[in-house]
């Protein structure tokens, strides 16, 4: 949730949700597959709960935009989900030149050093925010959307016709 909540939905479809309070996240992000305690009363219709474990990572990378450099290796970044509610302390030696104030970069998150911060390791930049490329490989990567195919695949599309024709409608 943007407000910074989150809510645990169960296997068993027939339980309700499972609020979560920003507290009781531990160090699990949007997504992530958890194991979840039950808390003693209940707040409002949602049963209150605490994660205990993470059973799998929903990400490996994280885009983030570029906030403000801090120290001689290290950039401030906010993630460009806004589900991802922290920052990120980014440091690697992985980009050519130094990222600028709004650039984007993927990063993979290396642990939690407070509740809203983390550290992380520069993997790319994606370059300027505003650019149509970059927005394209942002949408893909925040949304697993495949860039790279197998040949036998990229062999099928070019044997397909330019245009379709009219049995295709």
């Not at 407000?3 to 992530?32: E, Q, T, Y």
């Not at 219709?45 to 290796?73: P, S």
Request: charged share 30%; with cysteine; aromatic share 6%.
């Amino acid at each position: 949730q943007r407000s910074g909540v989150g809510f645990v939905l169960p296997d068993d479809k027939r339980r309700a949700d499972i609020f979560v309070a920003p507290s009781s996240f531990g160090n699990a992000m949007h997504g992530d597959t958890v194991v979840v305690t039950l808390l003693p009363g209940n707040r409002g219709k949602n049963q209150e709960g605490r994660i205990v474990r993470i059973l799998e990572r929903a990400r490996d990378t994280i885009t983030c935009r570029v906030i403000k450099k801090m120290g001689r290796e290290g950039y401030v970044c906010r993630p460009t989900d806004s589900r991802l509610n922290f920052s990120i302390i980014a440091t690697g030696d992985a980009l050519e030149r130094r990222p600028k104030k709004n650039e984007l970069l993927v990063v993979e998150p290396r642990e939690q050093v407070e509740s809203s911060l983390w550290a992380a390791t520069i993997l790319e930049s994606l370059g300027n925010e505003e650019e149509g490329s970059v927005q394209e490989r942002l949408v893909k990567i925040n949304y697993d959307i495949p860039t790279s195919f197998p040949d036998e695949v990229l062999n099928a599309a070019n044997e397909l016709p330019g245009v379709p024709s009219e049995e295709d409608f």
